[in-house]
């Protein structure tokens, strides 16, 4: 939540509390005629954050948003889940952002194709960087090619009807089990998806074709697989409390795994979440001993990792099973103790482990070397997004983001590279929830602030090209973009059909079709 408090002088700064934390956002006093012009790079939540908090902060702002895609708002479309529909009315916020006389939109503008970094920066006072996570992290476990298996990221965009993956075609007319890696929210996610009765699936936005292969869906069996254990999974009790109360869902989880070790105690304390989380595990450990004939089941496997993944005998590359290793829970019980303590537990693939994050009472998972096999027609591998550099960013890999200060980005350790900025998971990794970009959208505008306060940023000189920059370049380039005008016709298009089928919309989920109704 944030609480507001109010300026002591004209031209103060406003204090703001966010999350346990102070932030000072300015009302910054140009001290140049010429306005400042700002291409962000991404409209997803944390490009909207971004733009809706510069225009608020700086009168002569001019923002250009672009996006590869030619629809906006980034993962509020593609990745919130259909059946979420309460999550996503922060697109109403987004689109009167949108529709600010000094805010545009370019969608189906790429950068690298349509317009490169350099000549961006050349264009515009400020750019801020904030195209996410568009690539998935690898296990780089033997068999990890294998037909059947996919990442998350992939399932996800195949139903909400990303126009990259409407072509996706997911093993579930001939698969009877799924296994999901991972414990957090968007593993519980695509569980839920699997498992929820189509009928009510069909009154939400999912693509029509993603709708169509579910209700002629083979499968009956999800596991939802963690290195580590209950104490340690890393959903919210919102999004388990809902997978969990699935009608006529029988729910299995092993009542030893549950049995909580000192070191879990001591994480469970520190984590009201967590707790909660452990709670609803619990519950449901006790709740059913045996499923009935047709019911769809769910099994929570916790202390597993993936060794292996096993291909077919009839030797189609597809495959058919996980060999998983058993673990057990290594790490420091007490910060200030350095004795090392072994358990019983583990999680699922957090994005760095304890020993690189230096966090006492993390603990990690080791193999034990006992191994079992769990029979398969899909996999779906929800480890982790990935960011991806563009040509002339810096970029480090290990980490997946853009080095950076406070948004400002880094060419090297000490240097900063002027005028280039970054917000979102782009900055901080993939993590966090769509509030957390507000956050992280704050933070870079106010760096911002402070370099153009201080004269590391300058609209003094001769004023950049911007917007009428960028519309010549397009159009020297043949590049045929969507402004938020053609966006509105998709936007129309999708309700009016979605109407029809007691549906919020009907997604358009083609390159063509969008880029034809756009331009109509």
Known sequence: MLQFFPACQAGAKKMVIFRGRTLFLRKFSSLSSHPLRVCIVGSGPAGYYTAERLLKAHQKAEVDIIDRLPTPFGLVRSGVAPDHQETKVVINQFSRVGLNERCSFFGNVNVGSSVSLSELREMYNVVVLAYGAESDRDLGVPGE???????AREFVWWYNGH???SQLRPNLKSAETAVVLGQGNVALDVARILLRPTAELARTDIANHALASLQESSIRKVYLVGRRGPAQAACTAKELRELLGIKDLYVNIQEGDLIKSPADEEELKNSRIQRRVHELLSKAAISQPHP??????LHFLFFRRPDEFLSSDAGNDQVAGVNFEKTVLKGLLHRNKGHNCTFHN??????ISFVENGESGKQSAVGTGQFEEVECGMVLKSIGYKSVPVDGLPFDQRK???????GRVLSNASVLDKGLYVVGWLKRGPTGIIGTNLYCAIETVESIHEDLEQGVLTTSTTPKPGREGL???LDSKNVKFVPFSGWEKIDMKEKHEGSQKGKPREKITTWNELLEVAHA
């Open 145 to 151: 090619g294998l037909a059947g298996i996919h990442s």
């Open 163 to 165: 126009p990259d993956f």
């Open 292 to 297: 009935v004939p047709g019911q769809r089941e």
């Open 346 to 351: 583990s999680d699922l693939f957090d994005f």
């Open 400 to 406: 997946g983001i853009v080095p950076n200060f406070r």
């Open 471 to 473: 519309l010549q370049l």
